[in-house]
């Protein structure tokens, strides 16, 4: 298609107000009346800040000469099968929370009210830990370790699923689509541009938490001090639960600034005969089905749970590995944590800066960053028939530290822009719902299988690498595939149909 050709096609699509027949980013969605400013980037920045999953360090209250038990769920467990149990409702919980109220945000203009109330939740949960100060009141603090989970988990969802309208609406971008409809840039340029921007604002955003995190740290170091948290049980347990009381306040003041500059961009109309009460299983079944025809969504679908279920597991490998070779005192941790989140903040700007400089792709970017969490299989295998490497040594958990936050840690980063670069972007909240849902159903069932391949292996706690490794080679070949261009394409043909109300034609549901 010649240049002058193309301009006459999308000015003409412009003037009938449709974009449908044309191979093209829907039209109507990039000509918004909405201008993303300086100050809303900036509050988009800032909320992550506050809803980080920053974790206060603290040790166990379990000693060598104390059996870590309780009774839940009508027996008696051990601790870390109760967390395990916990997690487990926690994600299912989340599962049907984000399937349910998932397609909301994609309809009317109420959806920055999801993100308030799953906030405002959490903040209250924070503060309600204030009142669990005592090892006694254990079950109360498990009510709240999965209330908290799951209002944080929602509201970071749909924090995070804004982006790429955010990225839509910026000036700049607004001007680049001009300059297509008049015939002056190629659209595939633009596509380019509008990628980019999508990579900035997800990298500034980790990069500023990254920098925010340092500082919250350096505030619980001084509270922890002020409370004597090395000095008892008690003492300990009581300063947790102020740092988790702080923690929620610090994001409470992040979020305000979201809260009140964020834009009510509109979103799609509710199909006839629709609810907000079956809208979003509806949904969720129409995304599953059209699956067929987004043949590059669900293979990025899957290298993400692969690849997620990898990384979400070398970690609670690595962790369980630390533990055996040293235990750490308070300021131990503390370092650690300082050492991670200072080279995670510097890895993701760094990655970002190389992506800007050469004009990088989003999947070229991630797959340079799947290589690294490979090398980090491979590492911990090397330690499966020697004690000399394999995360058996102090010094290689601080170098661990610094590997993580530089070269791992940008997948964060990456994944999720990927996620908003193969799903359509009427439904973007929907489909961050359901990589969501994915991201955490692999976040539960690795460390199952790791802990069966420990004990078949005679209790080799190195062995779960080499499965590790094996399954993030074969997720690296579901990402080979996934085709940007093609799912662009196949993205559009899913908008057009869901616009002329196919996709919810009751009559095409086998």
Not at 417 to 442: N, Y
């Given at each position: 298609?010649?240049?002058?050709?193309?301009?006459?096609?999308?000015?003409?699509?412009?003037?009938?107000?449709?974009?449908?027949?044309?191979?093209?980013?829907?039209?109507?969605?990039?000509?918004?009346?909405?201008?993303?400013?300086?100050?809303e980037?900036?509050?988009?920045y800032?909320?992550?800040?506050?809803?980080?999953?920053?974790?206060?360090?603290?040790?166990?209250?379990?000693?060598?000469?104390?059996?870590c038990?309780?009774?839940?769920?009508?027996?008696?467990?051990?601790?870390?099968?109760?967390?395990?149990?916990?997690?487990?409702?926690?994600?299912?919980?989340?599962?049907?929370?984000?399937?349910?109220?998932?397609?909301?945000?994609?309809?009317?203009?109420?959806?920055?009210?999801?993100?308030?109330?799953?906030?405002?939740?959490?903040?209250?949960?924070?503060?309600?830990?204030?009142?669990?100060?005592?090892?006694?009141?254990?079950?109360a603090?498990?009510?709240?370790?999965?209330?908290?989970?799951?209002?944080?988990?929602?509201?970071?969802?749909?924090?995070?699923?804004?982006?790429?309208?955010?990225?839509?609406?910026?000036?700049?971008?607004?001007?680049?689509?001009?300059?297509?409809?008049?015939?002056?840039?190629?659209?595939?340029?633009?596509?380019?541009?509008?990628?980019?921007?999508?990579?900035?604002?997800?990298?500034?955003?980790?990069?500023?938490?990254?920098?925010?995190?340092?500082?919250?740290?350096?505030?619980?170091?001084?509270?922890?001090?002020?409370?004597?948290?090395?000095?008892?049980?008690?003492?300990?347990?009581?300063?947790?639960?102020?740092?988790?009381?702080?923690?929620?306040?610090?994001?409470?003041?992040?979020?305000?600034?979201?809260?009140?500059?964020?834009?009510?961009?509109?979103?799609?109309?509710?199909?006839?005969?629709?609810?907000?009460?079956?809208?979003?299983?509806?949904?969720?079944?129409?995304a599953?089905?059209?699956?067929?025809?987004?043949?590059?969504?669900?293979?990025?679908?899957?290298?993400?749970?692969?690849?997620?279920?990898?990384?979400?597991?070398?970690?609670?490998?690595?962790?369980?590995?630390q533990?055996?070779?040293?235990?750490?005192?308070?300021?131990q941790?503390?370092?650690?944590?300082?050492?991670?989140?200072?080279?995670?903040?510097?890895?993701?700007?760094?990655?970002?800066?190389?992506?800007k400089?050469?004009?990088?792709?989003?999947?070229?970017?991630?797959?340079?960053?799947?290589?690294w969490?490979?090398?980090?299989?491979?590492w911990?295998?090397?330690?499966?028939?020697?004690?000399?490497?394999g995360?058996k040594?102090?010094?290689?958990i601080?170098?661990?530290?610094?590997?993580?936050?530089?070269?791992?840690?940008?997948?964060?980063?990456?994944?999720?822009?990927?996620?908003?670069?193969?799903?359509?972007?009427?439904?973007?909240?929907?489909?961050?719902?359901?990589?969501?849902?994915?991201?955490?159903?692999?976040?539960?069932?690795?460390?199952?299988?790791?802990?069966?391949?420990?004990?078949?292996?005679?209790?080799?706690?190195?062995?779960?690498?080499?499965?590790?490794?094996g399954?993030?080679?074969?997720?690296?070949?579901?990402?080979?595939?996934?085709?940007?261009?093609?799912?662009?394409?196949e993205?559009?043909?899913?908008?057009?149909?869901?616009?002329?109300?196919?996709?919810?034609?009751?009559a095409?549901?086998?």
């Amino acid at each position: 298609m010649s240049k002058l050709t193309e301009k006459t096609e999308i000015q003409e699509a412009v003037a009938q107000n449709d974009a449908t027949d044309l191979d093209l980013p829907n039209l109507e969605d990039k000509s918004t009346i909405w201008t993303t400013t300086r100050l809303e980037l900036w509050a988009f920045y800032v909320f992550y800040i506050g809803n980080n999953g920053f974790q206060p360090p603290f040790t166990a209250p379990c000693g060598a000469d104390t059996d870590c038990v309780l009774p839940y769920l009508g027996r008696i467990r051990d601790v870390n099968s109760i967390v395990l149990l916990t997690n487990g409702m926690s994600f299912a919980l989340q599962a049907f929370v984000l399937l349910t109220i998932g397609a909301w945000a994609d309809y009317g203009r109420w959806r920055p009210n999801i993100t308030i109330v799953f906030t405002i939740v959490a903040v209250a949960v924070s503060f309600a830990w204030l009142g669990v100060k005592d090892p006694s009141k254990w079950q109360a603090g498990v009510a709240l370790y999965i209330l908290g989970l799951i209002a944080y988990q929602c509201a970071l969802t749909f924090w995070t699923a804004a982006f790429p309208g955010l990225a839509r609406d910026l000036p700049e971008i607004k001007q680049s689509f001009a300059d297509v409809v008049d015939g002056k840039k190629l659209l595939e340029d633009h596509e380019q541009m509008e990628s980019l921007e999508r990579n900035r604002i997800s990298n500034v955003s980790f990069a500023v938490c990254s920098a925010g995190e340092i500082i919250i740290l350096a505030i619980m170091v001084g509270i922890l001090k002020g409370v004597k948290s090395d000095e008892s049980v008690e003492n300990n347990t009581k300063a947790f639960s102020i740092l988790i009381a702080f923690s929620g306040g610090v994001w409470l003041l992040c979020a305000l600034p979201w809260f009140f500059l964020e834009k009510r961009r509109p979103g799609l109309s509710l199909p006839p005969g629709m609810s907000l009460l079956t809208i979003g299983f509806k949904q969720t079944y129409v995304a599953f089905r059209e699956c067929v025809r987004l043949k590059q969504t669900f293979l990025y679908l899957i290298f993400y749970f692969l690849m997620g279920d990898v990384l979400n597991t070398t970690v609670t490998v690595v962790g369980t590995l630390q533990n055996s070779v040293v235990s750490y005192s308070t300021l131990q941790l503390t370092l650690l944590l300082i050492v991670g989140i200072v080279t995670q903040g510097l890895g993701i700007y760094l990655f970002w800066l190389v992506q800007k400089r050469f004009q990088i792709s989003t999947k070229a970017m991630l797959c340079f960053n799947v290589f690294w969490i490979l090398i980090l299989t491979i590492w911990g295998l090397i330690g499966v028939h020697t004690d000399k490497f394999g995360f058996k040594h102090v010094w290689e958990i601080w170098l661990y530290q610094a590997f993580y936050g530089l070269m791992v840690c940008p997948w964060y980063a990456y994944s999720q822009t990927m996620i908003s670069e193969v799903s359509p972007l009427p439904q973007m909240f929907l489909f961050f719902a359901l990589f969501s849902v994915v991201g955490k159903t692999s976040a539960f069932i690795g460390p199952l299988v790791s802990s069966a391949i420990i004990t078949a292996s005679g209790n080799n706690d190195n062995m779960p690498f080499a499965f590790l490794f094996g399954l993030g080679s074969l997720s690296t070949i579901f990402l080979y595939f996934v085709d940007v261009k093609k799912s662009r394409i196949e993205c559009e043909e899913f908008v057009a149909a869901e616009a002329r109300r196919k996709a919810f034609d009751d009559a095409n549901v086998p």
